[in-house]
């Protein structure tokens, strides 16, 4: 069969790639491209936001491919849009059917399947989607065959929502094979709209931590699966040579959980003559200052920590289940090692004051990482976060679009969405306005490039101050 397999169109302005300036390939839709494309299936990936299509440039790439069926990826934010794209597909090409996966659509496949989506692959894609094509080209969408397939929902004859039994999860990621980067605009990913020669990798799966304000736990599951050491410096040697990656990005949520996976995967790296820096995220409490020298001696130019608070009780109420100083430790041993570090905040969880939230912010400046991100607690769908917004009445925007954690959707017990919103500039003031840090980002050169944002988190403040005097 003919698949095209896309990111919705129109996305481009959205908040969620305006305001972060990234261009990151998407990795699920070249996953599943991959393992289409091994079963003999001919595929395309239309990346939209990073080629900013219009709905209407995006239907004359359908017309010119002529697919057979369409994957549309369904993130929370990029939702609207994908209904939208769903049902002008529809209108124009009524014989194709159109696939929905991702996140979004697993937890809410009820609104999927209401907004122009024939059909939703529920949870981890690859083995389900082979399985559906399979289907589709012998039976077409007929009720009876799909009901033999495992993890995906539809509506059947009589109007009524199927969802089939869930599948299992894949025990060896080495049998998917690496996605498909020759159907990606390679040349066009960008950082902060800078083009880069930065590939993303991804090593593992899962999470046993179970934060309630994130996804990774539930979407794919409770405990960490990794690919091979062997499986994935095979990748990256491809990326290296094939595509002239400079730079290795692990999105893995927690890359360093197994130091036996990372120790084996350096080896084989070397091995192979590879010598690429890469970034990685990990856990504080995964870290100590000898595995931390080893991976700054491997090539690790950049560490992601998740701090989150500087309230023990929110961290363990959030299930973070590491400790403040913990994540002191880590800071100051890779500022001994000089290793640009950036840890991420979030605030506005459900329970939170005013004073709970200062209190993160004056952790963050005395903690003083590289550099900081703070984010507004987000209720996701499938996310326990989520359950417990609705249960309280506490999401105030179901605009879905405007779920990206840089914009309140949810109010508190004791904070409304302007005062969470407020409280999050003056979190992006008091960090990144210090005399301390600019005389840091001067000295290292990059302060240029971050001094456009600088000023607009000033003048954003400047004009709230003068606001709230009126």
């Excluded at 209904?83 to 991702?102: C, H, M, N, S, W």
């Excluded at 934060?211 to 960490?224: D, K, Q």
């Excluded at 506005?348 to 991100?373: C, N």
């Amino acid at each position: 069969m003919r698949i095209l397999l896309a990111l919705p169109p129109d996305t481009h302005r959205l908040e969620i790639y305006r305001v972060a300036g990234i261009r990151a390939p998407p990795l699920g839709l070249a996953y599943l491209a991959s393992a289409l494309m091994r079963e003999g299936h001919e595929v395309a990936i239309i990346d939209s936001p990073t080629l900013e299509l219009s709905l209407r440039e995006f239907l004359d790439k359908v017309r010119e491919f002529k697919p057979d069926v369409v994957g549309i990826s369904v993130s929370t934010p990029l939702a609207p849009k994908a209904y939208e794209t769903a049902k002008r597909i529809k209108e124009q090409f009524p014989d194709l059917i159109i696939v929905g996966g991702g996140p979004h659509a697993t937890y809410m496949y009820e609104e999927a399947l209401s907004n122009g989506i024939d059909i939703v692959v529920r949870f981890e894609g690859e083995v389900t989607t082979v399985e559906l094509v399979k289907t589709l080209e012998r039976f077409g969408k007929d009720p009876e065959a799909l009901r033999k397939v495992k993890g995906i929902a539809f509506v059947d004859r009589d109007g009524k929502i199927v969802v089939t039994e869930d599948r299992g999860f894949v025990e060896n990621l080495d049998s998917i094979p690496f996605p498909a980067w020759h159907l990606l605009p390679m040349d066009r990913y960008t950082v902060l709209g800078k083009s880069i020669r930065v590939a993303h990798v991804i090593a593992s799966r899962g999470c046993p931590y179970g934060c309630i304000f994130c996804l990774t736990s539930y979407y794919w599951g409770r405990r960490i699966r990794y690919r091979s050491p062997q499986n994935v410096a095979e990748e990256i040697q491809i990326l290296v040579e094939k595509y002239g990656a400079k730079h290795i990005v692990f999105s893995d949520d927690n890359f360093a959980f197994s130091r036996r996976f990372v120790y084996e995967l350096m080896d084989e790296l070397q091995k192979r003559g590879i010598d690429v820096p890469f970034s990685c995220g990990a856990r504080v409490d995964s870290l100590d200052k000898k595995f931390l020298e080893f991976l700054v001696r491997k090539g690790c130019t950049a560490l992601y920590i998740g701090v989150e608070s500087g309230s023990q009780e929110t961290l363990d109420r959030i299930g973070k289940r590491i400790t403040l100083d913990q994540c002191r430790r880590v800071v100051e041993w890779t500022r001994e090692l000089n290793l640009f570090t950036m840890a991420s905040f979030v605030i506005g969880f459900p329970w939170e004051t005013v004073d709970d939230v200062r209190k993160t912010i004056e952790f963050a400046v005395k903690l003083d990482p590289s550099y900081a991100q703070f984010t507004v607690a987000t209720p996701y769908p499938g996310t326990p976060l989520f359950d417990y917004a609705v249960k309280n009445d506490l999401i105030v925007d179901w605009n879905w679009e405007h779920y990206t954690t840089v914009r309140p959707v949810m109010k508190g017990h004791y904070l409304d969405t302007k005062a969470i919103g407020r409280l999050l500039k003056e979190a992006y003031r008091r960090f990144y306005l210090r005399y301390k840090f600019l005389r840091r980002e001067l000295a290292s050169g990059r302060l240029r490039q971050l001094l456009p944002k600088i000023v607009r988190t000033a003048l954003e403040g400047l004009i709230d101050l003068i606001r709230s005097r009126v």
